[in-house]
T-cell receptor, first 114, second 109 residues
Framework: TAGITQAPTSQILAAGRSMTLRCTQDMRHNAMYWYRQDLGLGLRLIHYSNTAGTTGKGEVPDGYSVSRANTDDFPLTLASAVPSQTSVYFC?????????????FGPGTRLTVL | GQNIDQPTEMTATEGAIVQINCTYQTSGFNGLFWYQQHAGEAPTFLSYNVLDGLEEKGRFSSFLSRSKGYSYLLLKELQMKDSASYLCAVMDSNYQLIWGAGTKLIIKP
């Protein structure tokens, strides 16, 4: 199985432009997450979804939006990109009903905003 | 606030043993995770502890003391491929993961 896929792998974006980062999982996990990873900092949660049709805000949600129309897909949208959104973005999923609720990560999207 | 502390960088020799420590202060505790992350790649799950004690999985072991807010990851018989960052994360009372900044482990021949 593919697990979790993300697209694009990398992107250079002009400030002020919008962009959607795609994330798809085939493990039928109910929960999905978006993180950003910056040098010297731990992974920071942007948004999450515990089940299709619901979303929630994480630690750093400003400037980002998400939707969860179905179980498999969890796109992250930057409405008007700013240079501080330059980062590596990871999507993750988990079966939150399982005893360990382990999160599994996609390969990441490296985004540069100029 | 919530806080996860781990050393920024460690160096060890191939074939040796290394212990990576993690201390935490979180609002609630629902388990502690260790992940491995090679440069330019995604984090991959290594271990999970929710009860005090040692969990062994091949060359890797993870220990937890909830009363001390402390965990360590022990790597034995180090191999060059173990060069990576090791991330400690705690699941808080809201079942969200709080992540440490990671420990970069450098293995020398």
């Amino acid at each position: 199985t593919a697990g979790i896929t993300q697209a694009p792998t990398s992107q250079i974006l002009a400030a002020g432009r919008s962009m959607t980062l795609r994330c798809t999982q085939d493990m039928r996990h109910n929960a999905m997450y978006w993180y950003r990873q910056d040098l010297g900092l731990g992974l920071r949660l942007i948004h999450y979804s515990n089940t299709a049709g619901t979303t929630g805000k994480g630690e750093v949600p400003d400037g980002y939006s998400v939707s969860r129309a179905n179980t498999d897909d969890f796109p992250l949208t930057l409405a008007s990109a700013v240079p501080s959104q330059t980062s590596v973005y990871f999507c993750a999923s988990s079966d939150s009903r399982a005893s360990t609720d382990t999160q599994y990560f996609g390969p990441g999207t490296r985004l540069t905003v100029l | 606030g919530q806080n996860i502390d781990q050393p920024t960088e460690m160096t060890a020799t191939e074939g040796a043993i290394v212990q990576i420590n993690c201390t935490y202060q979180t609002s609630g505790f629902n388990g502690l995770f260790w992940y491995q992350q090679h440069a330019g790649e995604a984090p991959t799950f290594l271990s999970y502890n929710v009860l005090d004690g040692l969990e062994e999985k091949g060359r890797f072991s993870s220990f937890l003391s909830r009363s001390k807010g402390y965990s360590y990851l022990l790597l034995k018989e180090l191999q060059m491929k173990d060069s990576a960052s090791y991330l400690c994360a705690v699941m808080d009372s809201n079942y969200q993961l709080i992540w440490g900044a990671g420990t970069k482990l450098i293995i020398k021949p």
